[in-house]
């Protein structure tokens, strides 16, 4: 018979709500002008110029506990949308940088296809030169065309 398992309490860290040191909010009582991260990457703007969060939106579960402080990881932190600036939009060659270096970690180094999903570093190749499975042809770009002289004169 297996023995009994003691329960352990964990410590509880709690702060009263009024000696927190950013205001809090519920998620229906959030003010305008505050969003998470996440809000303004929707919105196609970037934090800016907001150095640190200026308010903290409360977790489901804080909120049936008004006088205490959240501290749980699923808090969300709040910033000023008046302070994000817009998205950087990268270069030619910036595009042009990442589209290689995505092309070594999708590209099998046998057949030379390019897949549209990273290969496995450990196998080194694709599963159907790896082992002949056969390999769905929509997972995988058209290779490229030869590069001989193709021109009639």
Known sequence: MPRPR??????VNR?????????EFDRSAVPEGLVTR???????LSPGDNKEPVAILRCKLCATRPQWS????TRGFLLRVGLAKPKRVPTLAQERALDQAMS??????????????CLSKKLGC???CFDG????PNSYMAPPASSTHRLAA
């Open 126 to 128: 694709c599963l159907e």
């Open 6 to 11: 003691k329960k352990r309490r964990r410590e």
């Open 38 to 44: 996440r809000q303004l990457r929707d919105m196609g």
């Open 70 to 73: 959240c501290t749980h990881p």
């Open 104 to 117: 070594a970690r999708q590209t099998c180094g046998e057949c030379g296809r390019r897949f549209y999903i």
């Open 15 to 23: 702060v009263p709500r009024s000696d927190a040191l950013l205001p």
């Open 133 to 136: 499975t056969p390999v769905d």
